[in-house]
Nanobody
Framework: QVQLVESGGGLVQPGGSLRLSCAAS????????MGWYRQAPGKQRELVATITSGGSTNYADSVKGRFTISRDNTKNTVYLQMNSLKPEDTAVYYCKVTLYDTRYRYLELWGQGTLVTVSS
């Protein structure tokens, strides 16, 4: 069994910074892509950023230059550093991880979500 645990959300003022973390644990053989998505109230879930096992990254246009995704393969953890936050970044942020477990099953897992609120 594999679990994802997110942390790092909270309330921040416009222009501030937050760092989200998502750690995978359990019966993991290998992790492929890792990513962050967000869902604002009344809107569909959207991609924020992804990172491949080789370290290639992809960002939504709305966060380019402000957010940075990274991963620590020794800790099975993906991070999202968010700088210059804007009120429109307010959303529940979800991590998504694709991996093979120790039974060689391909799994696509979502974290429980963490709320980021940008407000003065």
């Amino acid at each position: 069994q594999v679990q994802l645990v997110e942390s790092g959300g909270g309330l921040v003022q416009p222009g501030g910074s937050l760092r989200l973390s998502c750690a995978a644990s359990g019966s993991i053989f290998s992790i492929n892509a890792m990513g962050w998505y967000r869902q604002a109230p009344g809107k569909q879930r959207e991609l924020v950023a992804t990172i491949t096992s080789g370290g290639s990254t992809n960002y939504a246009d709305s966060v380019k230059g402000r957010f940075t995704i990274s991963r620590d393969n020794t800790k099975n953890t993906v991070y999202l550093q968010m700088n210059s936050l804007k009120p429109e970044d307010t959303a529940v942020y979800y991590c998504k991880v694709t991996l093979y477990d120790t039974r060689y099953r391909y799994l696509e897992l979502w974290g429980q979500g963490t709320l980021v609120t940008v407000s003065s």
